[in-house]
Protein backbone atom coordinates (compact mmCIF):
# COMPACT_ATOMS: atom_id res chain seq x y z
CA UNK A 1 0.00 0.00 0.00
CA UNK A 2 1.12 3.44 -0.56
CA UNK A 3 3.30 4.76 2.10
CA UNK A 4 3.15 8.29 4.60
CA UNK A 5 2.93 11.66 1.13
CA UNK A 6 4.14 14.78 2.24
CA UNK A 7 3.73 17.79 -0.16
CA UNK A 8 5.76 19.83 -1.02
CA UNK A 9 9.00 18.32 -0.40
CA UNK A 10 10.88 21.62 -0.57
CA UNK A 11 9.78 25.08 -0.35
CA UNK A 12 11.27 28.52 0.72
CA UNK A 13 9.32 31.10 2.29
CA UNK A 14 10.56 34.77 3.88
CA UNK A 15 10.35 36.24 7.27
CA UNK A 16 6.98 36.57 8.30
CA UNK A 17 5.28 34.79 5.32
CA UNK A 18 3.15 32.06 6.64
CA UNK A 19 3.14 28.03 5.18
CA UNK A 20 0.90 25.52 5.06
CA UNK A 21 2.32 21.86 5.09
CA UNK A 22 0.32 18.15 3.88
CA UNK A 23 0.64 15.08 4.63
CA UNK A 24 -1.75 11.87 3.39
CA UNK A 25 -1.35 8.77 5.73
CA UNK A 26 -1.06 5.34 5.24
CA UNK A 27 -4.70 4.42 4.27
CA UNK A 28 -6.47 2.99 7.37
CA UNK A 29 -4.13 4.96 9.62
CA UNK A 30 -5.81 7.25 11.90
CA UNK A 31 -2.99 8.36 13.52
CA UNK A 32 -0.63 11.86 12.17
CA UNK A 33 1.99 13.28 14.40
CA UNK A 34 4.03 15.86 13.17
CA UNK A 35 8.32 16.34 14.28
CA UNK A 36 10.77 19.33 13.54
CA UNK A 37 14.21 17.62 12.58
CA UNK A 38 17.21 19.95 12.66
CA UNK A 39 20.95 19.20 13.06
CA UNK A 40 21.10 20.72 16.12
CA UNK A 41 18.10 19.54 18.02
CA UNK A 42 17.37 16.46 16.13
CA UNK A 43 13.65 15.40 15.62
CA UNK A 44 11.02 17.54 18.06
CA UNK A 45 7.89 16.46 18.76
CA UNK A 46 4.81 19.35 17.18
CA UNK A 47 1.41 17.74 17.95
CA UNK A 48 -0.33 14.36 17.10
CA UNK A 49 -3.93 14.24 15.71
CA UNK A 50 -6.45 11.41 16.11
CA UNK A 51 -10.04 11.35 14.16
CA UNK A 52 -9.58 14.82 13.83
CA UNK A 53 -8.99 15.44 17.40
CA UNK A 54 -5.47 16.73 18.67
CA UNK A 55 -4.68 14.32 21.60
CA UNK A 56 -0.52 15.81 22.14
CA UNK A 57 0.66 18.84 22.00
CA UNK A 58 4.50 19.60 21.89
CA UNK A 59 6.58 22.85 23.16
CA UNK A 60 6.28 25.22 20.10
CA UNK A 61 4.85 28.34 20.14
CA UNK A 62 1.32 29.21 19.00
CA UNK A 63 2.61 30.16 15.32
CA UNK A 64 2.41 26.25 14.88
CA UNK A 65 -0.68 24.69 14.51
CA UNK A 66 -2.39 21.95 12.74
CA UNK A 67 -5.81 19.99 11.92
CA UNK A 68 -6.58 16.69 11.04
CA UNK A 69 -9.72 16.17 8.34
CA UNK A 70 -12.18 13.33 8.25
CA UNK A 71 -9.98 11.20 5.94
CA UNK A 72 -7.29 11.51 8.28
CA UNK A 73 -5.42 13.82 6.16
CA UNK A 74 -3.68 16.77 7.93
CA UNK A 75 -2.13 20.27 7.75
CA UNK A 76 0.10 22.01 9.63
CA UNK A 77 0.31 25.51 9.66
CA UNK A 78 3.23 28.35 10.55
CA UNK A 79 2.44 31.69 10.98
CA UNK A 80 5.09 35.00 10.66
CA UNK A 81 8.06 32.39 10.06
CA UNK A 82 11.30 33.02 11.33
CA UNK A 83 14.95 32.16 10.05
CA UNK A 84 14.70 29.68 13.32
CA UNK A 85 11.67 27.61 11.51
CA UNK A 86 14.04 26.70 8.84
CA UNK A 87 13.63 22.73 9.20
CA UNK A 88 12.48 19.53 7.58
CA UNK A 89 9.23 18.83 8.68
CA UNK A 90 8.50 15.31 9.12
CA UNK A 91 4.62 13.43 9.14
CA UNK A 92 3.98 10.53 10.55
CA UNK A 93 1.23 7.81 10.91
CA UNK A 94 0.19 5.01 12.63
CA UNK A 95 -2.35 2.29 12.96
CA UNK A 96 -2.39 2.02 16.90
CA UNK A 97 -5.65 3.07 18.53
CA UNK A 98 -4.95 3.58 22.27
CA UNK A 99 -1.12 3.11 22.49
CA UNK A 100 1.67 3.93 20.64
CA UNK A 101 2.49 2.14 17.51
CA UNK A 102 5.03 1.91 14.79
CA UNK A 103 5.79 5.10 13.16
CA UNK A 104 5.51 5.24 9.58
CA UNK A 105 7.54 8.68 8.16
CA UNK A 106 6.96 10.35 4.92
CA UNK A 107 9.80 12.05 3.54
CA UNK A 108 9.61 15.29 4.66
CA UNK A 109 8.99 18.72 3.63
CA UNK A 110 11.86 20.63 3.43
CA UNK A 111 11.69 24.63 4.09
CA UNK A 112 13.72 27.35 3.97
CA UNK A 113 13.41 30.54 5.68
CA UNK A 114 14.92 33.45 4.18
CA UNK B 1 16.32 15.28 22.24
CA UNK B 2 14.42 16.03 25.55
CA UNK B 3 16.14 13.94 28.67
CA UNK B 4 17.48 11.16 25.99
CA UNK B 5 21.18 10.79 25.48
CA UNK B 6 23.06 8.96 22.67
CA UNK B 7 26.34 9.22 21.15
CA UNK B 8 26.55 11.76 17.95
CA UNK B 9 28.59 9.95 16.44
CA UNK B 10 30.51 6.28 16.10
CA UNK B 11 32.58 4.92 13.15
CA UNK B 12 32.97 0.63 12.67
CA UNK B 13 34.09 -1.52 10.47
CA UNK B 14 32.72 -3.48 7.76
CA UNK B 15 31.91 -7.11 9.41
CA UNK B 16 32.18 -5.98 12.65
CA UNK B 17 29.72 -5.53 15.85
CA UNK B 18 29.06 -2.13 17.26
CA UNK B 19 26.85 -0.98 20.23
CA UNK B 20 24.86 1.87 20.20
CA UNK B 21 23.84 3.31 24.00
CA UNK B 22 20.91 5.78 24.86
CA UNK B 23 20.20 6.68 28.52
CA UNK B 24 16.79 8.34 29.28
CA UNK B 25 14.58 9.63 32.24
CA UNK B 26 12.85 6.32 33.91
CA UNK B 27 9.80 8.91 34.85
CA UNK B 28 7.34 8.75 32.97
CA UNK B 29 8.25 5.89 30.96
CA UNK B 30 6.86 3.20 28.76
CA UNK B 31 8.78 2.06 26.14
CA UNK B 32 11.35 2.59 23.73
CA UNK B 33 11.91 2.46 20.05
CA UNK B 34 14.94 2.70 17.51
CA UNK B 35 14.79 4.07 14.13
CA UNK B 36 17.18 4.00 11.75
CA UNK B 37 17.66 7.38 9.14
CA UNK B 38 19.68 6.90 5.73
CA UNK B 39 20.55 10.81 5.13
CA UNK B 40 18.42 12.61 3.08
CA UNK B 41 15.62 9.84 4.01
CA UNK B 42 12.55 9.17 6.71
CA UNK B 43 13.00 7.15 9.60
CA UNK B 44 12.65 3.46 9.50
CA UNK B 45 11.23 1.54 12.58
CA UNK B 46 13.79 -1.29 13.62
CA UNK B 47 12.33 -2.32 17.05
CA UNK B 48 10.03 -1.53 20.05
CA UNK B 49 10.90 -2.77 23.86
CA UNK B 50 8.58 -2.38 26.43
CA UNK B 51 9.95 -5.38 28.65
CA UNK B 52 13.35 -5.93 30.17
CA UNK B 53 16.19 -7.56 27.75
CA UNK B 54 17.40 -8.50 24.59
CA UNK B 55 14.70 -8.58 20.95
CA UNK B 56 16.45 -10.30 18.69
CA UNK B 57 15.95 -9.32 15.16
CA UNK B 58 18.26 -10.68 12.24
CA UNK B 59 21.47 -8.53 12.78
CA UNK B 60 19.96 -6.23 14.80
CA UNK B 61 19.32 -6.30 18.39
CA UNK B 62 17.81 -4.23 20.88
CA UNK B 63 18.03 -4.24 24.91
CA UNK B 64 16.21 -2.20 27.52
CA UNK B 65 16.77 -2.18 31.11
CA UNK B 66 13.73 -0.15 32.32
CA UNK B 67 15.39 0.39 36.14
CA UNK B 68 18.36 1.78 34.97
CA UNK B 69 16.82 4.20 31.94
CA UNK B 70 19.08 2.50 29.65
CA UNK B 71 18.77 0.80 25.87
CA UNK B 72 21.54 -0.16 23.70
CA UNK B 73 20.69 -0.95 19.75
CA UNK B 74 23.25 -4.11 18.94
CA UNK B 75 24.68 -4.31 15.22
CA UNK B 76 26.15 -6.91 14.28
CA UNK B 77 28.07 -8.27 11.02
CA UNK B 78 28.08 -4.42 9.92
CA UNK B 79 27.29 -3.61 6.05
CA UNK B 80 28.42 -0.16 4.61
CA UNK B 81 24.75 0.46 3.87
CA UNK B 82 23.99 0.61 7.81
CA UNK B 83 25.98 3.41 7.36
CA UNK B 84 22.98 5.58 9.02
CA UNK B 85 21.59 7.88 11.66
CA UNK B 86 19.88 5.22 14.72
CA UNK B 87 17.07 7.28 16.39
CA UNK B 88 16.66 6.24 20.10
CA UNK B 89 12.89 7.07 20.72
CA UNK B 90 10.96 7.40 24.43
CA UNK B 91 7.05 6.33 24.35
CA UNK B 92 6.03 8.67 27.41
CA UNK B 93 3.20 7.10 29.66
CA UNK B 94 -0.08 7.54 28.34
CA UNK B 95 0.47 6.68 25.03
CA UNK B 96 -1.44 8.17 21.88
CA UNK B 97 1.93 8.77 20.43
CA UNK B 98 3.74 10.52 23.12
CA UNK B 99 7.19 10.15 21.54
CA UNK B 100 10.78 11.52 22.38
CA UNK B 101 13.14 11.16 19.79
CA UNK B 102 17.17 11.68 20.70
CA UNK B 103 19.17 13.54 18.70
CA UNK B 104 20.14 10.32 16.88
CA UNK B 105 23.96 8.77 16.83
CA UNK B 106 25.79 9.19 12.98
CA UNK B 107 27.20 5.82 12.50
CA UNK B 108 30.07 5.35 9.26
CA UNK B 109 30.65 1.99 8.26
CA UNK B 110 33.64 1.87 6.86
CA UNK B 111 35.99 -0.94 4.72
Known amino acids: KAGVTQTPRYLIKTRGQQVTLSCSPI?????VSWYQQTPGQGLQFLFE???????NKGNFPGRFSGRQFSNSRSEMNVSTLELGDSALYLC?????????????FGEGSRLTVL | GQNIDQPTEMTATEGAIVQINCTYQTSGFNGLFWYQQHAGEAPTFLSYNVLDGLEEKGRFSSFLSRSKGYSYLLLKELQMKDSASYLC????????????FGIGTKLQVIP
Open chain 2, 89 to 100: AKEGAGGYQKVT
Open chain 1, 92 to 104: ASSGAVANTGELF
Open chain 1, 27 to 31: SGHRS
Open chain 1, 49 to 55: YFSETQR
